[in-house]
């Protein structure tokens, strides 16, 4: 359940992503995007996804903005030494960092040979944490939504946030 009507939450996720897209695409030549759909809101998370496809196809065709594949539980990415997998986390699981790895190794061999410096980003757990176990970081970012009663009645209290990283290769 969200607070408000569910129109007004899917619009509100599109507005926020679309700000946030414009705003990388007028400071970087390349903008990488991974739209996972989550646990509780797969239908949504792929209709968000489908339209920032269509919203920003002329970019993604320019190759200005790298669109992960929503379909798949992971996104990977390589640039210059560092490898990065993107995934909403309720499957590829941030509390198990040892099979995340293993994971990451496996399904992109060439990508982990090639690579020094790996992360994997995580939003399911709603709060901010880094682990770092034998060079590769496990980040779990916070959630931009307000508490809603699920949540408080969960006694889940994570504070609402968002955090931009930049890489150099």
């Not at 991974?34 to 496809?53: E, M, W």
């Not at 040979?113 to 757990?125: D, L």
């Not at 504070?159 to 150099?168: E, W």
Request: hydrophobic share 40%; with cysteine; proline share 4%.
């Amino acid at each position: 359940p969200v607070a408000g009507f569910f129109e007004e939450a899917l619009e509100a996720a599109i507005d926020a992503q679309k700000f946030i897209i414009d705003l990388a695409l007028s400071k970087y030549q390349e903008v990488w995007l991974s739209v996972r759909p989550g646990n509780h809101d797969k239908i949504a998370g792929f209709a968000t996804y489908l339209v920032l496809r269509e919203r920003y196809r002329h970019e993604v065709e320019a190759g200005r903005l790298v669109l992960g594949d929503a379909k798949l539980e992971a996104d990977f990415w390589q640039f210059g030494k560092c490898m990065f997998m993107c995934t909403h986390g309720d499957k590829y699981s941030p509390s198990r960092p040892l099979k995340i790895q293993s994971l990451m190794a496996t399904d992109q061999p060439e990508m982990w040979g090639a690579t020094n410096y790996r992360e994997a980003h995580f939003g399911h757990v709603h709060h901010e944490n880094v682990l770092e176990i034998d060079g590769c970081k496990l980040l779990t970012h916070p959630i931009l939504a307000p508490q809603d009663r699920w949540h408080w009645g969960e006694m889940y209290r994570s504070l609402s946030g968002m955090s931009v990283r930049t890489y150099h290769e």
